[in-house]
Structure formats: structure tokens, C-alpha cells
């Protein structure tokens, strides 16, 4: 199998290298968009801020050929927020591939929300064998919206979209390289799809 | 709901544990990957790293074994001691670090603090305060506590949450080692007074410090070395023991 990890310079990538590594996959770290076609599984990460990464993306043109990908793509933390269609970190324009404003907590609890939250609500093969408010390890400060793409939420200050899904796309708030076993199992299942 | 976070910390010189170790059927209790896999199978929710013996020749090392730990663990993880540059922070990330901790350096060269949150982003920017209560007033010590500064804790706390920190881990020197429970009045006005996570460190001893902490000192994680090390404390009893309290855990 083929598995590509989008390389745009937004941070901790190794991290989701090692888990796959893990699990006995190569994946391959690159911003070459003839890679990224021909990849059986292609995963989109991010961490920083979004009007940065963007502009990371418009730079190499990947903002265009992310959406047009047919096989499955899982966006992970930052990269599920560009996936949605706004984010209001830095008024950021997104890929719009899941139909979903991303907003920011309000100062009524603390920012970034840090450590391991439940996810409930599970609705997507991407969660076989992972139980209703199984822990997974989020760290962020804006949320998607409760929406139609919505196949996992989380509680935290309200509840929100932990997980989302449209046709081929995937995206997760947490990231399942750092969310021990459970985290293993989705990114197994990710690989199965 | 979010849980409290229990946190192991490991002090490295040289790559290897120290502080004794003396877990049961361990290998090698020296070796920080090994330790740091066992805690993450026992339930620990994150692992700090203290690097304590931080000098250039040394540095190598370290970035080798965070690349092993990165290879080999699955829960997250943080990386301090001898940090002071961008550079430093983009060595040990592509190590695999997942957040790096500042202290000294902060206190000498706040902007420390910007540069690092402005081109990393502020959920990998964590600044440890070693404080001690001087006649009724918490100053920041540095260089391990040893050298007393004038700053104040709690101006200290809001400054760095100004700059970007993300996180704040809260060392009291007047309760680190004597295993007496956690500073929780000052991390209770800390907690409320910036609306970042604060780690509770120093002073753990027993099950109930770590209530006392998440209920009274309203840490939103606790971090504790020689209780766990030792197997004082092990970890699932500690979580069990705070879940009976209504204190969220992961179990």
C-alpha cells in the first residue's frame, strides 16, 4: 500500500510517520503532487496556525489538488479545520470540502483545550471496533461545528464536531498517533477503507 | 469531559534515567524508552522528559533518544532542560517531541516566548516556573531554584500566557521533595488567573495529594516523579482512586 503524509512545513509530522511505522506501513512525507495522486491513502496534517498553513498550501498549489483526491484522505487536527469551509483563526478561507465554520473557544474555559477527551455519537466505519466515548488526545483552541459531516462530537465548553466525513474525505480533531491504542485502531481502520 | 492528566517525569543526564528507578520487571529501568513505554501501557496520559544535565555535547544524545522515544511511544510527550533558541525548539520537534518547556531562558529573554508560539504554534510552548513562597511572596527562582529572581509568580504566569505559552507547569520549591501534597492555594490563584492548562509539580506523596490538587489547587494536570518511579503510586490505582472522588480520568 501506498501511503503518503501531505508535507507543507506544518509541524509535527514525524510523530504520524512513527505511529504508521508502528503498525508496519512506510508512508512517505512529501509535497509532490504526482506522489500524493498515486498514493493508495494520503493523510493531510497540521498543527500552528491556520491563515499560515494556507498560504503554505496556495504556495505549492496543494489547496487545489487536495479536494480533487479520490482515494480516502484523513485530515488530522489543523488539517480537518482547513478541510471545513472557514475558519475564524486569521478569517481563514478553506478547502470547503466539509460544509462547516470552525470557530474559537470562548474564554469561559481555558485555551487550548489539552489532554484527553471522550468521543461520543460514532458514526463512520473509521470507528469499528472503538467503543461510544472511547479517550482520544486533542490539543486546539477552535472546533468545527456541530454539523451534517459530523461522525464523532466531543464536549467542551459545547459540543462540537470531533470527527467529520463527506464521500472520500475524513477528519479528525484528535490526533490518533498520540491517542494510545484507540488512536492505533482508527488509523488501522483508516488503512482499511 | 475533558480529564486531569496524570504526568510521569523523567529526569536524563546522558541519555539514561536517573533519580533510581525501580520498577519490576524492567530490563533496564535506565533506559528512558523503555520506562516511558511501560508508563504509557500502566495509563500514564502524557510523559514529560527533563533533560538535567543539558550541554552542548550532550545535546546529540538527547535528540537521539527523543527520536527513539518518538518511534516508540503513543502517547504524548515533552522535552525541557537547556532549551534557549528557535533552533533548539526545531531540532528536538523533528525529533518527534511533541511540546518543548522553557525556563530560565523565558525569564532571561521573554521574547523567547513569542518566537517560539509565533512559529510553532502556542500547543507545543510549555513554561515551567519553579517558584518559591519568600515571606508571603512566590518569586521565581531559576537554574533549578537555586538562584532566586524578583519576579513575581503570578505576574510572572500572566506575562508568559500574554506571550503565547500554551501551557504553564508550576513548580513549588517549597513543597518539590518533601512529599508533602501540592502548593494548591497559589495553583488555585494561578488557575484562576490565566486561562491557560497549569500543571500542579512538587510535593506529591500519597493518593489524596493528587485529589487535593485537581479539587483545591484546580490543576488541570499533575506531575510527579519519584511516587511513580518508585511504584509508590502506581498509576491505574491513582486514576481508580480519583474517579471515586468524581475527578474525570481516562481509564
Not at chain 1, 5 to 15: F, L, M, Q, R, T
Not at chain 1, 38 to 63: H, N, R, Y
Not at chain 2, 123 to 128: D, F, I
Not at chain 2, 198 to 214: K, N, P, Y
Request: charged residues 25%.
Amino acid at each position: 500500500m501506498k501511503l503518503s503524509i501531505v508535507n507543507y512545513g506544518a509541524g509535527n509530522i514525524k510523530s504520524i510517520q512513527f505511529a504508521f511505522q508502528r503498525l508496519g506501513y512506510d508512508a512517505i512525507l512529501t509535497d509532490n503532487p504526482e506522489e500524493i495522486i498515486t498514493s493508495d491513502k494520503v493523510i493531510f496534517p497540521g498543527v500552528g496556525e491556520a491563515s499560515s498553513a494556507m498560504v503554505k498550501l496556495q504556495q505549492s498549489g496543494l489547496d487545489q489538488l487536495i479536494p480533487t483526491l479520490k482515494q480516502p484522505v484523513l485530515g488530522i487536527c489543523l488539517g480537518m479545520q482547513l478541510m471545513c469551509s472557514h475558519s475564524e483563526e486569521g478569517d481563514t478561507t478553506g478547502l470547503g470540502i466539509f460544509d462547516v465554520n470552525v470557530k474559537r473557544f470562548s474564554n469561559k474555559v481555558k485555551v487550548p483545550q489539552m489532554g484527553w477527551n471522550t468521543i461520543s455519537n460514532l458514526k463512520s466505519d473509521l470507528f469499528k471496533g472503538i467503543k461510544e466515548k472511547e479517550y482520544m488526545y486533542l490539543v486546539h483552541s477552535y472546533y468545527a461545528e456541530q454539523c451534517e459531516a459530523s461522525i464523532a462530537t466531543s464536549d467542551y465548553e459545547l459540543e462540537y464536531a470531533s470527527a467529520l466525513e463527506n464521500d472520500n474525505f475524513f477528519g479528525v480533531q484528535f490526533h490518533p498517533e498520540k491517542s494510545s491504542k484507540a488512536g492505533e485502531q482508527l488509523l488501522k481502520n483508516f488503512l482499511k477503507l | 469531559m475533558l480529564t486531569k492528566r496524570i504526568v510521569p517525569c523523567l529526569d536524563i543526564k546522558n541519555g539514561r534515567t536517573v533519580k533510581g528507578v525501580n520498577f519490576v520487571d524492567l530490563r533496564d529501568a535506565g533506559d528512558p524508552v523503555v520506562l516511558a513505554k511501560q508508563y504509557a501501557d500502566l495509563g500514564a496520559d502524557e510523559l514529560v522528559f527533563l533533560d538535567i544535565a543539558a550541554t552542548l555535547e550532550n545535546r546529540k544524545t538527547m535528540h537521539d533518544m527523543v527520536l527513539k522515544v518518538a518511534e516508540q511511544v503513543n502517547i504524548p510527550f515533552t522535552v525541557g532542560g537547556g532549551i534557549s533558541s528557535v533552533e533548539d525548539v526545531d531540532d528536538l520537534l523533528h525529533c518527534g517531541a511533541d511540546k518543548v518547556s522553557i525556563n530560565s531562558s523565558a525569564v532571561k529573554r521573554p521574547e523567547l516566548i513569542n518566537e517560539l508560539s509565533d512559529k510553532f504554534g502556542s500547543q507545543c510552548v510549555v513554561v515551567a516556573i519553579d517558584a518559591k513562597e519568600v515571606d508571603g511572596e512566590w518569586l521565581v527562582h531559576l537554574a533549578g531554584g537555586t538562584i532566586p529572581t524578583t519576579l513575581n509568580l503570578f505576574d510572572w504566569a500572566q506575562e508568559v500566557e500574554q506571550r503565547g505559552a500554551g501551557e504553564i507547569l508550576f513548580t513549588s520549591m517549597n513543597h518539590d521533595g518533601t512529599k508533602a501534597g501540592f502548593a494548591n492555594k497559589a495553583l488555585a490563584k494561578l488557575s484562576n488567573l490565566v486561562n491557560i492548562p497549569i500543571i500542579a509539580s512538587g510535593g506529591a506523596g500519597s493518593i489524596q495529594h493528587f485529589v487535593d490538587t485537581f479539587k483545591e489547587g484546580k490543576a488541570d494536570a499533575a506531575l510527579a516523579a519519584s511516587v511513580f518511579h518508585f511504584g509508590e503510586i502506581p498509576i491505574l490505582e491513582l486514576k481508580e482512586a480519583l474517579r471515586k472522588q468524581d475527578i474525570p480520568v481516562r481509564l
